[in-house]
C-alpha cells in the first residue's frame, strides 16, 4: 500500500530533481555552454502543450468519446508538418521585434498598441485560469487516488470520497510549490532575449519523464495483461465503441482538431517556449517532424489502456485516472507511482511556464503601462528598476496560480478533464485571426483587431463560459432553459435558434464568427496610422525586407539620457554590455558622442522591448527622444535601400562564388595542361628513340655494304634486309603519326560498306596470332554474330582491333599470360571485349589513355612504350562510327577494352556516344 508520506516523499524528490536540472542549466547558460541549443531540448520543450489533460484527460476521452481522443494529437501535427512556414515566419518576426509574449506580439503588429497588449492579457488570464485549475485538480485528485484507494469497498469511490480538506491542501500546496519553481528559474533577471534557460532543460526532462511514464503503463497492458483484461467476447464489445464516433462526434472532431491547431500557437505558454525561448530558427525544422512523433508516442497506448479501464473497472470509475487505477487494480504499485510523477511533471511544466508567460505579460502590458503614466510615482528619476519588474513578475506569479486555485475551488472539481482544458483552448482560438491577419494581410488595422477580440471573447464568455458557472451553481439554471428574461433565442447553447449542435461547435462557431467578422469589416472601413503601416510590412513581408532594423522615427537624444533609461530597466551591468557591443558591432567606441542617433534610438527600445513589452519602449523612448515619425513612404524607402544593400551583397557572394568555382576550374585546366605537357615530353622523347633506332641501324648496315669489303653475299643480303624492316619500321611510324593528323583535321578517306564484326575480329586474331605465340599467351576466343547488319569502314575497324589485340598481348602476365576475345551482340550494337590478366590500368590512367600521348609504361624499364597513338587513333575511329571505345580495370588484376558499335539503321541520326549498355560489366 503506498501511504502518504511514500507518494509525497517520491513527489518532492522528483521537485528536487527539476530544481537541480534548472539550477544547472542556468549555470551553464551563465558560463556560456547552453543546454537548451539543441534542436532534440527545444522539441522536447515543446511538449509542455501535451499537460495533465493529454496525460490523464486523453484516456478519459478515449473512454467516454472513442476516438475523438485523437483531435488534441492530429491539431499540433498539422500545424507542424503542413503549417511550419507560419512558425517560422513567427519566430522570425519574435526575433527582429524582440517580442517577449503573445501579448507583445499583437501589440507590436498594431502599431505598438498599449490598450490592444491588455485587451490580450486579460483575455489570457481568463482563458488560462481554468486550464491551471485542470492540472491542480489532476494533481490533486491522483494523489488521492494513490493514497486512498484501498480505503473503500469500491475503488472508484475514492474519487469521489476523499474528504474534500485533503483535496484543497493538495491542490494548495502544488500550486504553492509550481510558484516557488516559476519565480526561481522564471525570474532570476530581466533580460532583454528573455530565454530562461533552467526552466527550459527542466521542461524537456518533464517531457521525457511523463512520456516514459506512460509508454510504461502502455506496454503494462499490452504485453503483460493483454487479453487478461477481460474474456474476449467482452473486449471486442469495448474495443468496437472505442474506436467509433460517438453520435455528433464528426462535427465535435473537427471542431477540436480545429482548437487543437489554434492552441499550438496561440496558448500564450505554447507561444512562449515556441517562439520567445526559441533561440535557434532553425530548430523549427528538427521540430517540424519530431515533435509530431512524441505526440504520436504519447497517443500510442491510448485506447488500450481505455479499453483495459473499461473491461476491469466498474462502470462509475473515472475513465481520466485509468492510466493510475487500471495499474493498482493489478496490484502494480510502482507502475501507479511511476504514473502519478509522469502526471506530476504534465501538470508542473504547464503551470510553471503559463505562470511566467502571464507574469511577463501582466508586467509589461498591465502594470507598467499604469505605473509609467502615474506621474506622482516618479519611475523616470529612480535608479534601478529592474528590481521592481523582478518584483511585479513575481508577485504576479503567485497572483496567477492563487487565481487558478481559486478557480479550481469554484468549479474544478466537477466535470471530466477535458471539458476544462477545452475552455482554454476556446479562448486561445479568439487571438489566432489578430495573428493569422497580422502576419498575412497588410490592411489588418488595431481598431479591426480590438473588434474581432472583443466580440469574439465577450462571445466565448456567453456561449461557453456562463453555461459552465451556470453547471457548477454559480449562476441560475434559468439562464440556460428558458434562456435569459425568457428569451429562447438567446439561450447560450442555441444563440439566435441555432440548435442541434454540440456546446462546443456551437461556441467557437459563434465566437469566431463574431470574431473575424469583426477584425474584417473594421479593418476594411478604418485606416491604419503611419506607426500602424511600417509595422504591417515589416510583419507581412518578414521574408522579404531587412528585420525592423530601418529607423521609423527622425529623432535624436542624449546619450546619457538613453544609457540611463536602459540601466533602469536591465540594470547598469547588462546595460553597459548591451552598449559595449552595439558600439563593437559599428567599429565605434563607448560613449563615442554625447549625441545618440536614430539607431541607437532604435536599438535602446528594442532592448527595452525585450524587458518590458514594445508599447512601454515606445512610450519610454519617445519620452526622452526629441524628434517626428517619419513618413510611411520614407520608412518603405529605407527599407528597400536595405534590401538593395543587402541584395547586392548576396550577389557579390554568388560572384565571388562563381569566380572561386572558375578559379578551381583554371587549376584544374592547368594540371591538365601540365600532364599534356609531360606526356607530350614523353612521347617526343619516345617519337626520337623510335626514329633514332632504325635510322642508326640502316645508316650503320649502309655504311657497311659501301665499303663491301670482307662481306660475302650471304651476309650482304641479311643486311639488306635488316635495313628494308627498319625502313618500314620508320615508314610504319610516320603513317601512324599522319593518320592521326588526318583523323584529327578530318581529312581521312572512310569507306564505309556493309560491316561483319564476326569476320572482322576474327581476321583481326589471325593477323595477330604470332605475337600470341612469342609472349606464350593462351588465347581464348568467344565469338557470335551481329543480329543485325552494321556499316563501317572494314580496314580501320580492322586496325581498331588489331591495336587492342596487340596491347594485350604485350601486356598480358608474363609467365602465364590469357587474352579473352568476346563479341557479341548487344543492345542496339555489337560489342567487342579484349580483356587480359596483366597489371591493368591505374585509375589515374584510365582518365587519360585514350588521350593523344598517354601510354602505358613498360613492367620492366617503367618508361612508356609503344608511340601513345594507337588508342587514340582508336578513339577516333570509333567516334566517327558514332560508337563508344572505353577500359575497365581494377589494378593488379588486369584490363578490360571495349568497343562498342550501333547497328546499320542508326544512321546518321545516332547519337555520338553510344548509351551505357545494360549489363555490361
Known amino acids: 500500500m503506498l501511504t502518504t508520506a511514500t507518494v509525497v516523499a517520491v513527489a518532492l524528490a522528483y521537485l528536487g530533481i527539476l530544481f537541480a536540472i534548472a539550477w544547472y542549466g542556468d549555470r551553464r547558460a551563465d558560463s556560456g555552454r547552453s543546454l537548451i541549443r539543441s534542436p532534440v531540448v527545444y522539441t522536447f520543450s515543446l511538449a509542455v502543450y501535451c499537460t495533465s489533460w493529454t496525460f490523464y484527460g486523453a484516456v478519459g476521452t478515449a473512454a467516454r468519446r472513442g476516438i475523438e481522443f485523437l483531435t488534441i ?135 521525457c519523464v511523463k512520456l516514459l511514464a506512460l509508454l510504461a503503463v502502455g506496454f503494462f497492458v499490452v504485453f503483460v495483461l493483454g487479453s487478461g483484461a477481460a474474456s474476449g467476447k467482452a473486449m471486442e464489445t469495448v474495443w468496437s465503441d472505442l474506436i467509433s464516433f460517438p453520435e455528433g462526434g464528426a462535427s465535435r472532431f473537427l471542431t477540436m482538431t480545429f482548437l487543437s491547431m489554434a492552441a499550438i500557437v496561440c496558448l500564450p505558454r505554447q507561444f512562449h517556449i515556441t517562439f520567445v525561448e526559441n533561440v535557434n530558427e532553425r530548430h523549427l525544422a528538427t521540430a517540424s517532424w519530431l515533435f509530431p512523433f512524441y505526440l504520436f508516442l504519447m497517443s500510442l497506448f491510448a485506447l488500450p489502456i ?152 465577450l462571445t466565448w464568455s456567453y456561449t461557453m463560459l456562463v453555461p459552465l458557472l451556470v453547471r457548477s451553481g454559480l449562476l441560475p439554471d434559468a439562464i440556460l432553459d428558458p434562456g435569459p428574461f425568457g428569451l429562447g433565442f438567446l439561450r447560450p447553447e442555441a444563440l439566435f435558434g441555432l440548435s442541434g449542435w454540440d456546446p462546443l461547435t456551437h461556441a467557437l462557431f459563434w465566437s469566431m464568427a463574431a470574431n473575424i467578422g469583426g477584425y474584417v469589416l473594421v479593418s476594411l472601413y478604418s485606416q491604419q496610422d503611419t ?22 522615427w527622425r529623432r535624436s537624444a542624449a546619450f546619457d539620457d538613453l544609457y540611463a533609461l536602459l540601466q533602469r530597466f536591465s540594470g547598469p551591468e547588462r546595460a553597459a554590455r548591451a552598449f559595449r557591443d552595439y558600439a563593437a558591432a559599428r567599429g565605434e567606441r563607448f560613449r563615442d558622442s554625447p549625441e545618440a542617433d536614430a539607431d541607437m534610438i532604435a536599438f535602446v527600445e528594442r532592448q527595452l522591448a525585450g524587458s518590458v513589452g514594445a508599447a512601454s519602449a515606445r512610450g519610454m523612448v519617445a519620452s526622452i527622444a526629441k524628434g517626428e515619425l517619419l ?30 568555382a572558375t578559379a578551381r576550374e583554371l587549376t584544374r585546366a ?80 572512310w569507306r564505309m560498306a556493309r560491316f561483319d564484326p564476326k569476320a572482322t575480329l576474327e581476321d583481326a586474331i589471325a593477323a595477330t596470332g604470332g605475337l600470341f605465340r612469342e609472349a606464350n599467351a593462351e588465347l581464348d576466343v568467344s565469338i557470335e554474330p551481329a543480329n543485325r547488319p552494321l556499316r563501317a569502314d572494314r580496314d580501320r575497324m580492322m586496325q581498331v582491333y588489331i591495336n587492342l589485340l596487340s596491347n594485350a598481348a604485350k601486356f598480358c602476365d608474363p609467365d602465364k599470360g590469357r587474352v579473352a576475345v568476346i563479341g ?16 591493368g590500368v591505374s585509375e589515374e590512367d584510365q582518365k587519360q589513355i585514350f588521350e593523344k600521348f ?59 556516344l553510344a548509351p551505357d549498355l545494360a549489363g555490361v560489366k
Open 73 to 207: 494529437y492530429t491539431g499540433p501535427t498539422v500545424v507542424f508538418l503542413g503549417w511550419w512556414f507560419l512558425l517560422r515566419k513567427i519566430a522570425r518576426i519574435s526575433k527582429s521585434q524582440r517580442i517577449t509574449s503573445i501579448a507583445d506580439f499583437i501589440a507590436s503588429r498594431y502599431g505598438k498598441s498599449a490598450l490592444l497588449g491588455m485587451l490580450v492579457t486579460v483575455i489570457a488570464m481568463v482563458g488560462t485560469m481554468p486550464y491551471i485549475a485542470l492540472q491542480l485538480k489532476a494533481v490533486s485528485t491522483s494523489f488521492a487516488v494513490l493514497v486512498n484507494y484501498n480505503s473503500f469497498g469500491d475503488l472508484s469511490e475514492s474519487l469521489f470520497a476523499t474528504p474534500s480538506s485533503l483535496l484543497s491542501d493538495a491542490a494548495l500546496l502544488t500550486a504553492v510549490g509550481m510558484a516557488i519553481f516559476a519565480i526561481l528559474f522564471g525570474t532570476r533577471h530581466i533580460d532583454a532575449n528573455e530565454h530562461h534557460e533552467g526552466m527550459v532543460a527542466a521542461i524537456a526532462f518533464e517531457s
Open 306 to 457: 481505455a479499453a483495459a479501464g473499461l473491461a476491469l473497472l466498474s462502470p462509475d470509475a473515472n475513465p481520466d485516472f485509468y492510466v493510475l487505477t487500471v495499474p493498482m487494480t493489478q496490484g502494480q504499485q510502482g507502475l501507479a507511482l511511476l504514473a502519478f510523477v509522469g502526471g506530476l511533471s504534465s501538470a508542473t511544466a504547464m503551470v510553471v511556464v503559463a505562470a511566467i508567460a502571464l507574469s511577463t505579460m501582466i508586467c509589461n502590458d498591465l502594470v507598467m503601462p499604469v505605473l509609467l503614466r502615474i506621474r506622482s510615482l516618479r519611475l523616470d528619476e529612480r535608479g534601478d528598476l529592474s528590481r521592481l519588474l523582478l518584483l511585479i513578475r513575481r508577485i504576479a506569479i503567485f497572483m496567477v496560480l492563487l487565481l487558478g486555485y481559486g478557480y479550481y475551488r469554484l468549479t474544478g472539481e466537477g466535470g471530466p478533464l477535458a471539458q476544462i482544458g477545452l475552455v482554454s483552448f476556446a479562448v486561445a482560438a479568439q487571438f489566432l485571426p489578430a495573428i493569422v491577419g497580422g502576419v498575412f494581410w497588410k490592411n489588418a488595422t488595431r481598431a479591426g483587431a480590438q473588434t474581432g477580440l472583443v466580440l469574439g471573447f
Open 531 to 552: 506607426l500602424e503601416r511600417i509595422q504591417a510590412t515589416i510583419f507581412v513581408d518578414a521574408f522579404r525586407r531587412p528585420p525592423a532594423e530601418a529607423q521609423v
Open 631 to 660: 513618413g510611411f513612404d520614407e520608412v518603405i524607402a529605407i527599407l528597400e535601400e536595405t534590401q538593395e544593400v543587402i541584395a547586392h551583397s548576396r550577389e557579390l557572394e554568388q560572384k565571388s562564388r562563381e569566380l572561386e
Open 670 to 749: 592547368n594540371q591538365q595542361l601540365k600532364e599534356l605537357d609531360r606526356l607530350k615530353d614523353d612521347f617526343l622523347s619516345t617519337v626520337s628513340h623510335e626514329l633514332r633506332t632504325p635510322l642508326t641501324s640502316i645508316r650503320s648496315f649502309s655504311e657497311i655494304l659501301s665499303d663491301r669489303e670482307g662481306i660475302g653475299a650471304t651476309q650482304a643480303d641479311r643486311y639488306l634486309a635488316i635495313i628494308s624492316s627498319e625502313t618500314q619500321r620508320l615508314t610504319r611510324l610516320l603513317d601512324t603519326i599522319l593518320d592521326l593528323t588526318r583523323l584529327e583535321q578530318g581529312e581521312a578517306d
Open 824 to 839: 557479341r551482340p548487344a543492345e542496339g550494337g555489337y560489342l567487342v571485349e579484349v580483356s587480359d590478366n596483366g597489371e
Open 854 to 912: 598517354a601510354k602505358a609504361r613498360n613492367r620492366n624499364t617503367g618508361r612508356p612504350s609503344g608511340s601513345g597513338l594507337g588508342l587514340t587513333i582508336s578513339r577516333h575511329i570509333v567516334e566517327h562510327h558514332r560508337g563508344r571505345i572505353w577500359v575497365r580495370s581494377t589494378p593488379g588484376h588486369g584490363a578490360t577494352f571495349c568497343v562498342f558499335l550501333t547497328e546499320a539503321d542508326a544512321g546518321d541520326d545516332a547519337p555520338a
